[in-house]
Every structure is written in structure tokens, then in C-alpha cells.
């Protein structure tokens, strides 16, 4: 996922201890992009019955900065979950510095650019 040209969309799914159940790739975008919907995350969500969930995507270019669609669907998820009952833990941007060689990441939780439930 790091080292893709493309985004990548995935989810963890987990069980009320937060324990893993599922992981998937839930889309495959371009070098800048990935739609993906709210619909399609919560019908995987769903077929394993998780609990909770997390959601990471990468950006190709390296830079972890959340663009304007990376926080309108983190929002869309946090309030269909409210509805399913599955809580939605965090959104995870992850990028490739390829002038240090190392992996950065940033997650919308602990940035406070999104606020999430419990």
C-alpha cells in the first residue's frame, strides 16, 4: 500500500475488544484519488459483523495531509456508524518520504481535524 502509484483504500475490522476480524482492500484508485463510499464500507462491515472499524488510505505523492474528500467521507462514516452501531476508531493516511526513506503517516484522530465518537 505504502509503495503503491495508486491509492489504496483498506478497512480493519474488529470485534467489541477491538480485536481483528477482517482486513480489506475495499478500492483501487489513481495516483491522486480513490472513490469510495460509505455504502461500500459498511456492507464489508457488515458481512463479518464488526464492531468497530478503522480505515486507512495512502497517498502516492508522500504527503499525509487529508485533502477535502479524505475528511468529508471520515465524517460520512463516523455518522453511518453511529447509526449501524459501529464505531468507527480512526482514518489513517499513509505516504513514502523518498528522501529520508521512511514512512510517514497521519491519523485523523489524533490530528483533531475530525471528531470522533467514543
Known amino acids: 500500500m505504502i509503495h503503491s502509484g495508486q491509492e489504496v483504500f483498506a478497512a ?9 476480524i477482517d482486513k480489506r482492500i475495499l478500492g483501487i484508485g489513481t495516483g491522486d484519488s ?8 459498511f456492507a464489508a462491515a457488515l458481512q463479518c459483523r464488526a464492531s468497530a472499524l478503522i480505515v486507512a488510505h495512502n497517498h502516492p505523492s508522500g504527503d499525509v495531509t487529508p485533502s477535502a474528500e479524505d475528511l468529508s467521507i471520515t ?3 463516523i455518522e453511518g456508524g453511529k447509526i449501524l452501531g459501529i464505531n468507527v476508531l480512526d482514518h489513517i493516511i499513509v505516504g513514502h518520504n523518498d528522501t529520508e ?8 484522530r489524533e490530528s483533531g481535524m475530525v471528531v470522533f465518537g467514543a
Open 12 to 20: 480493519l475490522f474488529l470485534n467489541t475488544r477491538n480485536n481483528l
Open 34 to 41: 480513490c472513490q469510495i463510499s460509505a455504502q461500500e464500507v
Open 75 to 77: 465524517r460520512q462514516l
Open 101 to 108: 526513506n521512511r514512512v510517514v503517516s497521519m491519523s485523523l
